[in-house]
T-cell receptor, first 119, second 115 residues
Framework: GDSVTQMEGPVTLSEEAFLTINCTYTATGYPSLFWYVQYPGEGLQLLLKATKADDKGSNKGFEATYRKETTSFHLEKGSVQVSDSAVYFCALSDRRTPHSGAGSYQLTFGKGTKLSVIP | DAGVIQSPRHEVTEMGQEVTLRCKPISGHDYLFWYRQTMMRGLELLIYFNNNVPIDDSGMPEDRFSAKMPNASFSTLKIQPSEPRDSAVYFC?????????????FGPGTRLTVT
C-alpha cells in the first residue's frame, strides 16, 4: 500500500538557519504530494502541494520539488523564523475509484516532524 | 468562511461512557473525513464521506465507533462505550473535490480524554 516516510524529529534550529525535512513515498499510482503544517493547539493546514513530477510547490518561503525518480518531496526553507515552530506532515493522495465510480482523494500522512526554532 | 467547526474542543469522560464528537464542514464541500491523532500511531483516517454517503470506514477501529452524516452540514463520530485507549485528538476535515483537488481543510480538533 501507499506510505510516506519522513525524517524523525524533533528538529531544533536557530533563527535564520536553513531547514530541510526529508520525505520519501511509496505509491502504486501517480500521486499528488503535500506538506501540511500543524501549529500548537490547531488543526493541520495545507502549506504547499505538487501534482506532477518536477513541479515545485512553494508558500511562505517554504518549497518542495516533486522528484519522481527518487520518490521524494523534501521540504526546504532558506531562513527559518521562530514563528515556523510547528509539526510538519508530508502526505500523498492516491486517487481511488470506489464501486460508485466516483473519485476519492484520501491522504496518506507521514508521522510528522516537530520543528523548534530558537531565537 | 468560518472554516471547519468541531465541538467540543475538549472532552473528558469516564470509561464506559458514550462520547459524541461533532463536525460542521465548510459549506459546499462534498467530502468529509474523520481522523484520529495519537503520539504512538500518528494521524489515522477513520472514515470518510462523499455527498453524505460513507465511502470507506476501514479505518474505524472497532464496532464501538460509529459515524453518521445526516446532511451536508453536519457529521458525528460516536464512541460507545469509550475506553482509555480511545484518548486522542480527533480531527474532522472537508474538501471540495472539483476545484480544490485533494486539498483538505482541517478543523481545530477535539481532544478526548477517557479516564
Amino acid at each position: 500500500g501507499d506510505s510516506v516516510t519522513q525524517m524523525e524529529g524533533p528538529v531544533t534550529l536557530s533563527e535564520e538557519a536553513f531547514l530541510t525535512i526529508n520525505c520519501t513515498y511509496t505509491a502504486t499510482g501517480y500521486p499528488s504530494l503535500f506538506w501540511y503544517v500543524q501549529y500548537p493547539g490547531e488543526g493541520l493546514q495545507l502549506l504547499l502541494k505538487a501534482t506532477k513530477a518536477d513541479d515545485k510547490g512553494s508558500n511562505k518561503g517554504f518549497e518542495a520539488t516533486y522528484r519522481k525518480e527518487t520518490t521524494s518531496f523534501h521540504l526546504e526553507k532558506g531562513s527559518v523564523q521562530v514563528s515556523d515552530s510547528a509539526v510538519y506532515f508530508c502526505a500523498l493522495s492516491d486517487r481511488r475509484t470506489p464501486h460508485s465510480g466516483a473519485g476519492s482523494y484520501q491522504l496518506t500522512f507521514g508521522k510528522g516532524t516537530k520543528l523548534s526554532v530558537i531565537p | 468562511d468560518a472554516g471547519v467547526i468541531q465541538s467540543p474542543r475538549h472532552e473528558v469522560t469516564e470509561m464506559g461512557q458514550e462520547v459524541t464528537l461533532r463536525c460542521k464542514p465548510i459549506s459546499g464541500h462534498d467530502y468529509l473525513f474523520w481522523y484520529r491523532q495519537t503520539m504512538m500511531r500518528g494521524l489515522e483516517l477513520l472514515i470518510y464521506f462523499n455527498n453524505n454517503v460513507p465511502i470507506d470506514d476501514s479505518g474505524m477501529p472497532e464496532d464501538r465507533f460509529s459515524a453518521k452524516m445526516p446532511n451536508a452540514s453536519f457529521s458525528t463520530l460516536k464512541i460507545q462505550p469509550s475506553e482509555p485507549r480511545d484518548s486522542a485528538v480527533y480531527f474532522c476535515a472537508s474538501s471540495l473535490d472539483r476545484s480544490q483537488r485533494y486539498e483538505q481543510y482541517f478543523g481545530p480538533g477535539t481532544r478526548l480524554t477517557v479516564t
